[in-house]
């Protein structure tokens, strides 16, 4: 079988039921961690019969759009989004932001190709503090295959694919450096439980050292900053490259505290598994 084909056969044996032939994730990869932040592009399609469900993030100088829409399929794999999501800064206490995103794209099988762009307005008490775009940005996406045969990492390509939360299709995109020898940053989305509530999030890891054995350990911790709490995060990557992609497991955690000290929630992913095809 050519290997689209070979692809698609294998992926109902190697990969949870919520990842089947209609779900695709991937992005834009990262070359490194200088200037990524704000070049941060995510995608993820689950597709049907004429029509998808496209959930994009594209980061922007002054903040993230990130929206969910569906779009209509033509015969030939295309489609186009173009939405708009209005609600709060979460970095900016009083500040409302309305973000239009726009992705369009084509679907062929279990690969996916296209551009994304944001625009981003915010607002405080009416008044426009501050405006922000992108160019146009070229993403992948893949349906991935979690193969069980190592393989060695392929230097300067991107890695395309989802992570096995389940409840709808979550990206993760990374690439490989020129040397062969590097991981570049590693971007996903994720689903952090917290008990009493679900929180949806997405993370740039910095990359790391590719072992000879084809695999790599990546791990950050870092803490964000609020008016009256600060969270705590710890993140993991661990995978290792296949013939045709590579595979691993993520887990992020959390614990979030008032600025007395008191625990107000801790949070976890759990230990959740990925996978990603050239």
Request: hydrophobic fraction near 40%; proline fraction near 5%; aromatic fraction near 4%.
């Amino acid at each position: 079988m050519r290997p689209a084909l070979a692809a698609a056969a294998l992926l109902a044996l190697a990969w949870p039921a919520a990842a089947r032939a209609a779900d695709l994730g991937g992005g834009t990869p990262g070359r490194g961690m200088g200037g990524y932040r704000g070049q941060l592009t995510v995608v993820s399609l689950r597709t049907a019969p004429g029509s998808a469900v496209v959930r994009a993030l594209v980061a922007a100088r002054c903040g993230v759009g990130a929206v969910k829409a569906r779009a209509t399929v033509a015969l030939d794999g295309t489609f186009a989004v173009n939405a708009v999501k209005r609600d709060r800064d979460p970095d900016e206490a009083g500040v409302r932001r309305v973000a239009r995103v726009l992705v369009s794209g084509r679907v062929t099988g279990v690969t996916a190709t296209g551009t994304a762009r944001t625009r981003l307005k915010l607002t405080r008490s009416g008044h426009v503090v501050e405006r922000c775009r992108t160019g146009a940005r070229t993403w992948q996406a893949r349906t991935p295959v979690a193969e069980a045969v190592p393989g060695p990492p392929h230097a300067s390509r991107g890695y395309f694919g989802l992570t096995g939360q389940a409840t709808h299709p979550r990206a993760i995109v990374l690439r490989v450096g020129a040397g062969a020898d590097r991981v570049q940053p590693v971007a996903f989305d994720y689903a952090l439980d917290c008990g009493k509530r679900t929180r949806e999030g997405h993370n740039i890891t910095p990359g790391g050292v590719i072992a000879a054995d084809g695999s790599f350990h990546l791990a950050e911790r870092f803490t964000l900053r609020f008016s009256d709490a600060s969270e705590r995060q710890r993140v993991k990557v661990s995978g290792r490259f296949t013939l045709h992609g590579v595979k691993g497991t993520l887990s992020v955690r959390s614990v979030a505290r008032s600025t007395s000290g008191t625990v107000i929630e801790r949070c976890q992913t759990g230990s959740v598994p990925f996978a990603g095809a050239l």
